[in-house]
């Protein structure tokens, strides 16, 4: 009888912790220029979510592109990181793109781009790709398509 017992509260414990709904996507902030010189730019964004779930779980990021002012620059793919259960959270993003990059870009006009971004002092910068969150089987893909003009200090 004291099995049984056992056996009901485990099941009803494991079926109230269901995955009701996907992690909430709120988007994209703080993209910045946090460093740059003659041969590396770093770009930094955070990526904002809120779990409405009693369970976690994981997401990573899946090649992100990287855009500057329309011209994709590099990917930007990243470990997995742990969904707190019933918690807003955030993601942090890194990538670095390499000037020689942007100067072999032929047929382009990259380079014009980047000294018009120069004077003005301000970048257009697009991440888009796809996020993946998974948790006990479950799994859904965010589109992620975010832009923001990111002023540039020097």
Do not use: H, W
């Not at 414990?13 to 996507?25: D, G, M, Q, T």
Request: proline content about 3%; overall charge neutral.
């Amino acid at each position: 009888m004291g099995k049984l017992i056992l056996l009901l509260i485990v099941t009803m414990s494991i079926l109230s912790c269901a995955v009701k709904e996907k992690p909430i996507f709120k988007g994209i902030e703080d993209i910045k220029v946090v460093d740059s010189n003659s041969r590396l730019i770093t770009l930094t964004a955070t990526v904002l979510f809120e779990n409405p779930n009693d369970l976690g779980g994981s997401l990573k990021s899946d090649a992100i592109s990287i855009y500057v002012n329309d011209i994709k620059l590099a990917k930007l793919s990243s470990e997995s990181f742990d969904v707190p259960e019933r918690k807003e959270f955030t993601i942090p993003l890194k990538v670095d793109i390499s000037t020689d990059s942007i100067l072999k870009m032929r047929g382009t006009d990259a380079i014009g781009s980047l000294l018009n971004s120069l004077i003005n002092k301000q970048i257009k910068v697009q991440y888009k790709g796809d996020l993946i969150y998974k948790t006990f089987g479950f799994s859904y893909t965010y589109p992620i398509d975010e832009t923001e003009m990111v002023k540039l200090n020097y």
